[in-house]
């Protein structure tokens, strides 16, 4: 009942910025609100960001605060990650998600209900 499309991946040295689309479609306002979550190589899923669709409650991981910031285009149904100061840790494939309920804490991968097929992030030193 949604699709999710993320966008704007690719190659940046470190202290870059890189900004992330995740376009979506179907029954998108069925949902409450959505994240973004990232995977390294070897790692679990972690959360990055959410935000809700009514009003901008945002959550961020912690070692992301200051750095990234997560808006959204209701009209454009499109949610957006503007990252600054990338580090070579935040290389990792990142992926946008959609939550039927809106939770007021930072978010886990088994909250979600919806999911995109990710965005490659690389940052080079």
């Known amino acids: 009942q949604v699709q999710l499309v993320e966008s704007g991946g690719g190659l940046v040295q470190a202290g870059g910025s890189l900004r992330l689309s995740c376009a979506a479609s179907?029954?998108?306002?069925?949902?409450?609100?959505m994240g973004w979550f990232r995977q390294a190589p070897g790692k679990e899923r972690e959360f990055v960001a959410s935000?809700?669709?009514?009003?901008?409650?945002?959550y961020y991981k912690d070692s992301v605060k200051g750095r990234f910031t997560i808006s959204r285009d209701n009209a454009k149904t499109t949610v957006y990650l503007q990252m600054n100061s990338l580090k070579p840790e935040d290389t990792a494939v990142y992926y946008c998600?959609?939550?039927?309920?809106?939770?007021?804490?930072?978010?886990?991968?088994?909250?979600?209900?919806?999911w995109g097929k990710g965005t490659l992030v690389t940052v080079s030193s």
């Open positions: 179907g029954r998108i306002f069925s949902s409450s609100a």
């Open positions: 935000i809700s669709w009514s009003d901008p409650f945002t």
């Open positions: 998600a959609a939550a039927l309920v809106f939770r007021f804490r930072p978010m886990s991968p088994q909250d979600m209900d919806y």
